[in-house]
């Protein structure tokens, strides 16, 4: 199959009115292995999200974090109210203020002159990590020395992979350093997915002319998967508009895998061939099928995952991957 041509429309300027789920104690790694938990529990508005002194809020790839971060500090501003978006890699090693264009350094120093409460997203454990496994206490620790003696009327926000976030000691550390003066815990929320109004607004934001068509299709297909990510949506409506047809769920399957194996960071040389990538790929999936285990992870990751650790388990070599292939 010939690669899918790339096309792509900001979603930053849509609003999904996204929901979240309050998540449990312990329910962190229910959601790593994708079960439905939005059948278990309250799903929730950003408003009630936003009433918290700290949530995390949980999302793999594709689910709309750093999107929704975004808008919604664009929202509040507009309405009048303080907010700023923090990347945590930049936040680990340098100072608020040295993060704000002149504007947003205006506006924080003018709030802590003053009363009211200011909202701080805090984006991307995740990414952060892949630099430095210590980056989210160290951007923790940052925001807390610029925050002093304003932590009170502070509600921060921090985003991450799902299977980048360790429940245990994570929450431990944000409690520690942004809520040592109160009797508070972390509040964990996880991105419910999409339902079909949200397909729907998304599809006519990419400029799809027959969205009823297009949704119908791909219930045909039992491409439900595909629906509940921002992410996924896009990639169906670019596939669903070149191929003039959804097709079949094994044919997605395919040219999807295909698509991730790819390099999307022009920036980034890639690390093996796309025959090598998908070789890996299939002797992983091979694996994973076998042992009936859902993650697997190499001598760093597994390092930095003590939280997830199954007794008797030990990290997996890359190497191991092509061997099995053969």
């Known amino acids: 199959m010939e690669p899918l041509r790339e096309w792509y429309v900001s979603d930053d300027e849509i609003q999904l009115d996204r929901r979240f789920l309050k998540l449990k104690s312990g329910d962190e790694d229910d959601v790593a292995r994708d079960l439905p938990l939005f059948l278990r529990g309250d799903v929730v508005p950003w408003e009630r999200v936003l009433d918290e002194r700290c949530a995390v809020i949980l999302g793999e790839a594709g689910t709309g974090k750093t999107t929704?971060?975004?808008?919604?500090?664009?929202?509040?501003?507009?309405?009048?109210r303080s907010a700023f978006f923090l990347a945590v890699e930049e936040l680990a090693t340098r100072q608020v203020t040295a993060l704000l264009?002149?504007?947003?350094?205006?506006?924080f120093s003018d709030w802590k002159a003053a009363e009211g409460i200011a909202y701080f997203f805090l984006d991307a454990v995740d990414e952060a990590r892949l630099r430095n496994a210590r980056s989210l206490p160290s951007a923790l620790r940052n925001l807390e020395r610029d925050l002093k003696g304003n932590l009170a009327r502070s509600r921060i926000l921090v985003s991450c992979r799902v299977s980048d976030w360790r429940a245990q000691s994570d929450r431990r550390e944000i409690r520690s350093i942004l809520l040592k003066d109160v009797e508070q815990e972390v509040s964990?929320?996880?991105?419910?997915?999409?339902?079909e109004e949200q397909v729907a607004l998304l599809a006519k934001?990419?400029?799809v002319g027959d969205v009823e068509a297009?949704?119908?299709?791909?219930?045909?297909?039992?491409?439900?998967?595909?629906?509940?990510?921002?992410a996924d949506v896009a990639?169906?409506?670019?596939?669903?508009?070149?191929?003039?047809?959804?097709g079949t769920y094994t044919e997605l399957?395919?040219?999807?895998?295909?698509?991730?194996?790819?390099?999307?960071?022009?920036?980034?040389?890639?690390?093996?061939?796309?025959?090598?990538?998908?070789?890996?790929?299939?002797?992983?999936?091979?694996?994973?099928?076998l042992q009936r285990k859902a993650v697997a992870a190499g001598e760093r990751g597994y390092q930095s995952h003590r939280d997830h650790r199954?007794?008797?388990?030990?990290?997996?070599?890359?190497?191991?991957?092509?061997?099995?292939?053969?």
């Open 68 to 80: 929704e971060f975004r808008l919604k500090r664009r929202l509040l501003a507009e309405s009048g």
């Open 101 to 107: 264009d002149s504007d947003a350094e205006k506006r």
């Open 188 to 195: 964990v929320f996880a991105l419910a997915p999409l339902v």
């Open 205 to 207: 934001h990419h400029r």
């Open 214 to 230: 297009f949704i119908r299709e791909a219930r045909r297909a039992g491409a439900y998967s595909y629906l509940e990510r921002p």
């Open 235 to 246: 990639w169906l409506l670019a596939y669903w508009r070149e191929q003039g047809a959804v």
């Open 253 to 289: 399957i395919a040219a999807n895998v295909e698509r991730k194996l790819r390099e999307s960071n022009p920036d980034r040389r890639p690390s093996m061939t796309a025959a090598r990538a998908k070789l890996a790929a299939t002797a992983l999936a091979g694996l994973a099928t």
């Open 310 to 326: 199954v007794p008797g388990t030990h990290p997996v070599a890359p190497g191991q991957f092509f061997a099995c292939a053969h």
